[in-house]
């Protein structure tokens, strides 16, 4: 553990959510909606020390100089599907992001992963992309897709995931690291399909309802 890289967003808030969305008692629509929260507050962690600027503006009192965000525009890009359910909580919080799509899946058998779609706004050199998925297993999804962005002229990306098994985020390191992992838990380990444990079951099945 202590050889990986990865910015654990310890907050009592996020880990109480969490713990209600690994619970196999929760049904979809709490579990989606435990997902917008986290998503929301990881977004505030991940975004603490973007850049900001000095400018002169005029209240209705006086005028004075005040803060805005400096740095490089966003976009969102999910990895379908499970990936969906974290843009909401974020865009919340960063409404002028644009949105990029990966369709990626895992093949059940190999576990490598395939690509079934992508869009992505045309700027996305000059945007800072936030690469979303729920789930950072064998780390096979993530790293194609960061693979596919770079190939197409990404050049700053962060990746946020809610729950990462070791073996994920030692291959991410290895194979991006200058990608930034920030994630809510670091679990113990990968089973013999490929999940994560004790993670949350599968990701875009529970969101989407589709077990
Ligand atoms: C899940 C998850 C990740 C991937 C993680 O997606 O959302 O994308 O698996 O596993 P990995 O790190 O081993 O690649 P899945 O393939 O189940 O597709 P889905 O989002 O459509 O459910
Ligand atoms: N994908 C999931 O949705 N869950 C896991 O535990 C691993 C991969």
């Given at each position: 553990?202590?050889?990986?890289?990865v910015?654990?967003?310890?907050h009592?808030l996020?880990?109480?959510?969490?713990t209600?969305?690994?619970?196999?008692e929760t049904g979809?629509?709490?579990?989606?909606?435990?997902?917008?929260?986290?998503?929301?507050?990881?977004?505030?962690?991940?975004?603490?020390?973007?850049p900001?600027?000095?400018?002169?503006?005029?209240?209705p009192?006086?005028?004075?100089?005040a803060?805005?965000?400096a740095?490089?525009?966003?976009?969102?890009?999910?990895?379908?599907?499970?990936?969906?359910?974290?843009?909401?909580?974020i865009?919340?919080?960063?409404?002028?992001a644009?949105?990029g799509h990966?369709?990626?899946y895992r093949?059940?058998?190999?576990l490598?992963?395939?690509e079934?779609?992508?869009k992505?706004?045309?700027?996305?050199?000059?945007r800072?992309?936030?690469?979303?998925?729920?789930?950072?297993?064998?780390g096979g999804?993530?790293?194609?897709?960061v693979?596919?962005?770079k190939?197409?002229?990404?050049?700053?990306?962060?990746f946020?995931c809610?729950?990462?098994?070791?073996?994920?985020?030692?291959?991410?390191?290895e194979k991006h690291?200058d990608?930034?992992?920030?994630?809510?838990c670091?679990?113990d380990?990968?089973?013999?399909?490929?999940?994560i444990?004790?993670?949350?079951?599968d990701?875009?099945?529970r969101?989407?309802?589709?077990?």
């Amino acid at each position: 553990m202590s050889d990986l890289k990865v910015n654990i967003i310890n907050h009592p808030l996020i880990q109480h959510k969490l713990t209600l969305m690994r619970r196999k008692e929760t049904g979809s629509k709490d579990f989606r909606q435990l997902l917008d929260e986290i998503s929301m507050l990881m977004a505030y962690e991940v975004t603490r020390d973007f850049p900001t600027k000095d400018i002169e503006i005029e209240t209705p009192i006086a005028k004075c100089n005040a803060k805005v965000l400096a740095g490089k525009k966003v976009a969102i890009v999910p990895i379908l599907r499970a990936g969906l359910g974290m843009v909401n909580g974020i865009i919340n919080l960063i409404p002028a992001a644009k949105i990029g799509h990966i369709g990626m899946y895992r093949d059940e058998k190999t576990l490598e992963p395939v690509e079934y779609f992508y869009k992505m706004p045309k700027d996305i050199s000059e945007r800072l992309l936030l690469v979303v998925d729920p789930m950072l297993a064998t780390g096979g999804s993530a790293v194609a897709a960061v693979d596919m962005l770079k190939k197409r002229g990404a050049k700053s990306l962060i990746f946020m995931c809610l729950i990462s098994a070791p073996e994920g985020i030692k291959l991410f390191n290895e194979k991006h690291p200058d990608v930034p992992i920030y994630t809510a838990c670091v679990d113990d380990h990968l089973n013999e399909h490929g999940y994560i444990v004790p993670g949350i079951g599968d990701a875009g099945d529970r969101i989407f309802g589709t077990i």
